[in-house]
């Protein structure tokens, strides 16, 4: 398992990352709510959370796919 610092809107977050079968799972705690980022090859990335608002889900998933790519 690896994991990294990433900051979003003026806050520092950890991200945990795991490959799994071909797929890579990122996991952040987002304000108080485990939230797991999955990155199949070639698809688009898909994530679930009940309280976190849809447009920072959004932000979370471009700078990992960022990070992932670099």
Not at 14 to 24: A, E, F, L, Y
Not at 29 to 43: A, G, H, L, R, S
Request: with cysteine; glycine share 2%.
């Amino acid at each position: 398992m690896q994991n990294f610092w990433m900051k979003v809107r003026g806050d520092f977050y950890n991200v945990n990352i795991t490959s799994i079968q071909g797929m890579q799972l990122c996991m952040v705690d987002i304000m108080n709510e485990q939230v797991t980022f999955e990155f199949p090859q070639k698809e688009a990335c898909r994530f679930q959370a009940k309280r976190v608002d849809p447009s920072l889900l959004r932000e979370f998933a471009h700078r990992i796919e960022s990070y992932l790519q670099s």
